[in-house]
């Protein structure tokens, strides 16, 4: 299971934190992973980890822009949101899947968050 917090409006220009935290068989050893969508569009890859962090994969769209990190102690990704802009407006979604690859298919994740909604405007 993963339970995602953060999200919210901010202006052009701002930054916010996703937060999702796993638990059960989404368990410390996934590779973790973030994604978005605007409505009647696929599913966005932006980025993701592996369970130790130290394999890290962005999308091309976020690249310098968003941050992915994870606390392996409380089970928890984090999505950094830097200098947000308009088009960044969608729902965002946490993912989970066994095993680490740098897939930006969103099929290949088994796990999903609930998703929460990120909208930048003046």
């Known amino acids: 299971q993963l339970v995602q917090s953060g999200g919210g409006l901010v202006q052009p220009g701002g930054s916010l934190t996703l937060s999702c935290t796993a638990s059960?068989?989404?368990?410390?050893?996934?590779?973790l992973a973030w994604f978005r969508q605007e409505s009647d569009e696929e599913r966005q890859f932006l980025a993701s980890?592996?369970?130790?962090?130290?394999?890290?994969h962005y999308g091309d769209s976020v690249k310098g822009r968003f941050v992915i990190s994870r606390e392996n102690t409380n089970n928890t990704v984090y999505l950094q949101l830097n200098n947000l802009k308009p088009e960044d407006t969608a729902t965002y979604y946490c993912?989970?899947?066994?095993?680490?690859?740098?897939?930006?298919?969103?099929?290949?994740?088994?796990?999903w968050g609930q998703g929460t909604q990120v909208t930048v405007s003046s």
């Open positions: 059960g068989r989404a368990s410390r050893s996934y590779a």
């Open positions: 980890i592996n369970w130790s962090g130290e394999r890290i």
């Open positions: 993912a989970a899947d066994r095993f680490y690859s740098e897939t930006t298919y969103f099929k290949d994740f088994t796990f």
